[in-house]
């Protein structure tokens, strides 16, 4: 599968974002999809993952509350709601896509076989 990020930009600490990952292939809806970030000299981290029938979605406690993932599979797109924005939200922002499901594995970059190139979100204060 091929992972296309967009939707990044420029906003002011409080404001909002809506991230798009568009993919191919017949096969999407199968697909546990996630979000991870990666701020400049830090490690790629975990923000968010929503399982394949889209019922069932976990998040990184910095973004609780704060974050929505959200996946519309008859567009093959996951989408990433970000509100209430924070300077240190500040990153390159990754989709990435595994046919697997775990809670637990399922926060680590090695459990996603299939990623998408980086949008960058950067908040201002």
């Known amino acids: 599968v091929q992972l296309q990020a967009s939707g990044g930009g420029l906003v002011q600490a409080g404001g909002s974002l809506r991230l798009s990952c568009a993919a191919s292939g017949r096969t999407f809806r199968t697909y546990t999809m996630g979000w991870f970030r990666q701020a400049p000299g830090k490690e790629r981290e975990f923000v968010a993952a929503i399982a394949w029938r889209g019922g069932t979605t976990y998040y990184a406690d910095s973004v609780k509350d704060r974050f929505t993932i959200s996946r519309d599979d008859a567009k093959n797109t996951v989408y990433l709601e970000m509100n209430s924005l924070k300077p240190e939200d500040t990153a390159a922002y990754y989709c990435?896509?595994?046919?697997?499901?775990?809670?637990?594995?399922?926060?680590?970059?090695?459990?996603?076989?299939?990623w998408g190139q980086g949008t960058q979100v950067t908040v201002s204060s």
């Open positions: 990435a896509a595994t046919s697997s499901w775990d809670t637990i594995v399922g926060r680590t970059t090695t459990f996603y076989p299939y």
